[in-house]
């Protein structure tokens, strides 16, 4: 019955519940909710490192409108040298993290095939 009640027809199935009583909603995988945009779980934005990444979105609106993603996650050192620069030049960041101060290379596992 669940296989028959998936069919495209499963919004007439819902109707014909509920008009002779019984309460009946669609059953939706998590890959279809994630990418439903109507009902906003998820979000997709542009990873520099990886490409293209879904992640939970927020559902919450503010006037009527999605509240604004935040900026997307990067590698652990892509903000590295440029944090470095405000304080120290290139040559000396890179002796730093040579003596190990500040770790700039071989990030931890996970990150690798990035």
């Known amino acids: 019955m669940g296989a028959r009640l998936r069919r495209p027809e499963v919004a007439d199935w819902v109707a014909e519940l509920w008009a002779v009583g019984i309460g009946a909603q669609e059953v939706w995988s ?11 779980v998820s979000i997709t934005q542009h990873c520099d490192e990886a490409g293209a990444v879904t992640m ?17 996650v990067r590698r652990p050192d ?32 996970g990150w690798a095939d990035f």
Do not use: C, K, N, T
């Not at 998590?30 to 906003?40: F, N, Q």
């Not at 939970?56 to 997307?72: A, D, T, Y």
């Not at 903000?79 to 990030?107: H, K, M, N």
């Open 30 to 40: 998590p890959a279809e909710l994630m990418s439903d945009e109507d009902i906003r």
């Open 56 to 72: 939970p979105g927020s559902g919450i609106l503010v006037e009527g409108r999605p509240v604004p993603p935040g900026e997307v």
């Open 78 to 109: 892509a903000d590295a040298l440029p944090v470095l620069a405000q304080v120290v030049d290139a040559d000396q960041a890179r002796r730093l993290a040579s003596q190990e101060v500040v770790q700039l290379d071989a990030l931890p596992e």
